[in-house]
């Protein structure tokens, strides 16, 4: 099965909101994860990253926590803007793969005005 | 500085058919790695390529391969192509082999299978 997984495929917003997105994953030993931002059309763009010796990072508008208790993380965009609406996927190197990138199915973001 | 880019854009063929897709990595970057993204669905991994051999490999038939040149750019083969095959083809690069870096994606390759 999947390493990560997204809770929800659809998440609408409206403009100067905040969004949250969320995350599960099922491997403890994951100690590496990543958010992509994929606008359609286009490839998978990075957003941020965060290593498991950190539950906070923050970025330009975007926070990411990690919570390896419950094995899970967020993506938290602040004061949404219409160009945020894109599909967001988690990310994390499968251990059992060579590292290759393990994505779940995504979530779409859409933000209204 | 140019980011990962991938060529072509846009691609048709027919059953039975080969194909080439090509990459050029993040400049800086070494590994280049491979995934087939299906509508709707997140990229899966194909294979991943470093020092001009594949070091991993995901759960796809022989009939996809690869190579990567000594400047670092990678081509990806489909042989026999089937309907199934129809996906957005990525390409993704980092620095190294190291799992806790960065993956970047081109644009990618729409194939059609007709």
């Known amino acids: 099965g999947e390493s990560v997984g997204l809770h929800l495929p659809t998440l609408s917003v409206q403009e100067g909101d905040n969004s949250i997105i969320n995350c599960a994953y099922s491997?403890?030993?994951?100690?590496?994860f990543i958010w992509y931002k994929q606008e359609s059309g286009k490839g998978p763009q990075f957003i941020i990253d965060?290593?498991?010796?950190?539950d906070k990072r923050q970025g330009q508008r975007v926070t990411v926590l990690l919570n390896k208790t419950v094995k899970h993380l967020s993506l938290q965009i602040a004061a949404t803007q219409p160009g945020d609406s894109a599909v967001y996927f988690c990310?994390?190197?499968?251990?059992?793969?060579?590292?290759?990138?393990?994505f779940g199915k995504g979530t779409s973001l859409l933000v209204t005005p | 500085d140019a980011g990962v880019t991938q060529s072509p854009t846009h691609l048709i063929k027919t059953r039975g058919q080969q194909v080439t897709l090509r990459c050029s990595p993040k400049?800086?970057?070494?590994?280049v790695s491979w995934y087939q993204q299906a509508l709707g669905q997140g990229p899966q991994f194909i294979f991943q390529?470093?020092?001009?051999?594949?070091?991993q490999r995901g759960n796809f038939p022989d009939r996809f391969s690869g190579h990567q040149f000594p400047n670092y750019s990678s081509e990806l083969n489909v042989n026999a192509l089937l309907l199934g095959d129809s996906a957005l083809y990525l390409c993704?690069?980092?620095?190294?082999?190291?799992?806790?870096?960065?993956?970047?994606f081109g644009d990618g390759t729409r194939l059609s299978i007709l």
């Open positions: 965060i290593r498991s010796n950190m």
């Open positions: 390529y470093y020092e001009e051999e594949e070091r």
């Open positions: 993704a690069s980092r620095r190294g082999t190291a799992h806790n870096q960065p993956q970047h």
């Open positions: 491997n403890s030993a994951s100690d590496y």
């Open positions: 990310a994390d190197p499968a251990p059992n793969s060579g590292y290759a990138l393990n």
């Open positions: 400049s800086g970057h070494d590994t």
